[in-house]
Every structure is written in structure tokens, then in C-alpha cells.
């Protein structure tokens, strides 16, 4: 594959991915406003954090304690963001050099756009991966939370169109052609495994960073390592 088609497959991915992504928005906006927000409010929350799982995070637990859970809420969405942080360590060097890129690009460090990127070898297919997806989630998501919370009650559940299953799938698109080895996999599971069996138990954002540790530990010991393609 050459460079230019490369880039051109990025760029179809990052299309396909901030298409499904952002229409998750509208379930925010909905969301977001049934929480007790208001429509500005809840505009301002996905423009500035713009991190769909701290920003559901949030609202969940400002919907279930009122104003009185803000220091819990904002604590779970920084836990929740807190992996951000090693994406942005990831994507450094994928972003550009630039001024304008070092500034921009950390707001659009999001899974998907890091997903997309590190989906690619290439070094310009990753870029155009990351740049096309994270500007693209930032508009579409930005637009979705903006008729969601128009709509609010007009929508119903927004659960009930699958809108809450579209960004897991599409990130699991990106995800299933890298799980070709013993290692991969083994990760893949056994972090699923724990994110599944803590999410009842403990604060939102603690047990992805719990899951993550996996990956930490499987990676730091090789364990699998050295296995070949499944």
C-alpha cells in the first residue's frame, strides 16, 4: 500500500468513526438535560471537556445527587479523563511539530482519534487518521449534543435507537484487526473481564484506569509475548 492510498483509508476511517461517534452526542444532549442542566450548560460541557465518558459520567451522578454531587461528578470525570494523559504521551509525535498542532492537538486526544491513528504504520496515514477523526468527532458531537438537548423529551429514551452501542462498536471495528496475537488477545479479555466486574462496585473512571493496569502489567512483563499470530 502506498503512502497516498494509506492516507486515504485513514481518512475514510476517520470519517466512518466521527460519523458514529457523534451521533452518541445526541443521547448526551438528551441526557444531559433530563440530569438537570440546562441546554447552554450542557453545550459548554461537550465544548470544553469534549470526552464522552467523563461527560456522561458527570451528568450521571450530577442527575442522581443534584448540585450537591458536583465534587463527586467532577471527580469521576477526572478519573475518567485521567487516560487521556497517556494517549497524549502516545500522540506526541504523531501530531506535529507545529505550534498550531502542539496547541489543538490535545483537545482532540480522545480514544477514537487515537484509535485511528495507531490503527495505521504509516507515519502521514496516522496523522490524517488522528486530525480527520478528532475534528471530526468535535463537530459532529458538538452539533448531536445541541439537538439532543433541543429535543430532550421529544427523543425518548435515546437508548432505544442504539445510539449508546454506536461509538463501542465503532471502536471495536478499530480494535478487532489488531487482535491477532496470544498477547493481544489475552489483554483484550482479561481487561474486559475487570472493567466488567468493578463498573457496579466502584466510582466511574476507577475501573478503566484499573483495566489499563493490566495492559501496564502484561506489557512491562511480555507475558504472551512472544507467542505468534492466532
Known sequence: MTTDDAARRAWREGVGVAVATSAYG???????????????????????????????AFIGVIGAGGLAAAPAA????????????????????VIGTTRATRALGPHFTIDESTAVALAH????????GFWVTGIGIYL????????GAL????????????????????????LWPRL???QAIAVGVAAAVVATVLTPV???G?????AALVAVVVGWTNWWGKGGAT
Open 151 to 174: 429535543l430532550g423529551d421529544v427523543l425518548g429514551d435515546p437508548k432505544q435507537y442504539g445510539l449508546d452501542a454506536a461509538a463501542a462498536a465503532a471502536f471495536l471495528a478499530l
Open 202 to 204: 466502584l466510582m466511574p
Open 121 to 128: 504504520t504509516e507515519p502521514r496515514a496516522r496523522r490524517v
Open 26 to 56: 445526541i443521547s448526551f444532549g438528551a441526557l444531559s438535560v433530563a440530569s438537570g442542566l440546562d441546554i447552554w450548560q450542557t453545550c459548554v460541557l461537550s465544548l470544553v471537556m469534549f470526552t464522552g465518558g467523563s461527560q456522561f
Open 140 to 147: 459532529g458531537w458538538n452539533l448531536t449534543t445541541l439537538l
Open 180 to 182: 491477532k496475537r496470544r
Open 74 to 93: 467532577i471527580a469521576s470525570a477526572g478519573l475518567l479523563g485521567v487516560r487521556n494523559v497517556a494517549y497524549g504521551l502516545r500522540m506526541a509525535p
Open 206 to 210: 476507577i475501573p478503566v484506569l484499573i
